[in-house]
């Protein structure tokens, strides 16, 4: 697996490519959106790895242009721990948030978890709701739906137990593992996206009081 890790700060990148390099994946490095972008047009990458606060252009923005050339899963990097953050980054397609100071080994669990793929063909349809599992493509009343890829997982889950109430453990559980540390407001920031993007069922994803979430399909 091939990845690009992007931070102003050689340290950290250098602390990154150090565990990742142990997992026998190779990497290449860049300082600054703008080199990461460079980087994009020339090379396939499997996962980007990317900090927010740097010179030239920030992660935003070059999250913001990197879609537009290819769809790379993205894990963003910062100390900013606010909603609102990881909600810009989340609008912005990336998969997963991670905040300074991390932990090395949580990381690495994190790039396993957003670029696992399951191989099984099998389509499931609820309503008007088309999800692809061998594509990875979900469509609503016939129109292709673009999601990311935590939001595809997270749609899978809950089409696969309708009716059913997840609790947020057992949507980390399902979605990135034990080992997973998130915030209700990470979760909270994924689901309300989601529901952004399923049109007329976006209110088919309930909310379940001091408990998680459950989807509900009504005629």
Known sequence: ???????????I?????????AENYTCDEASDGRSAIELVEKNNYDLIIMDIMMPHMDGYQAVKEIKEIK????????????????LQGFNLGIDDYVTKPFSPKELVARIKAVTKRNSESEIITIGSIILNKLSREV??????V??????????????????IALSRDKIIENIWGYDYEADDRTIDAHIKLLRNKLGKYRDSIKTVRKVGYKFIYEE
């Open 1 to 11: 697996m091939h990845l690009l890790i992007v931070d102003d700060e050689e340290l």
């Open 13 to 21: 990148r250098g602390v990154i490519k150090d565990y990742v390099e």
């Open 71 to 86: 769809n790379i899963p993205i894990i963003m990097l910062s100390a900013r721990v606010e909603e609102i953050d990881k």
């Open 139 to 144: 469509s609503v009343d016939g129109e292709y």
């Open 146 to 163: 673009e999601v990311t890829h935590t939001q595809f997982e997270l749609l899978e889950l809950f089409l696969t137990n309708p009716g």
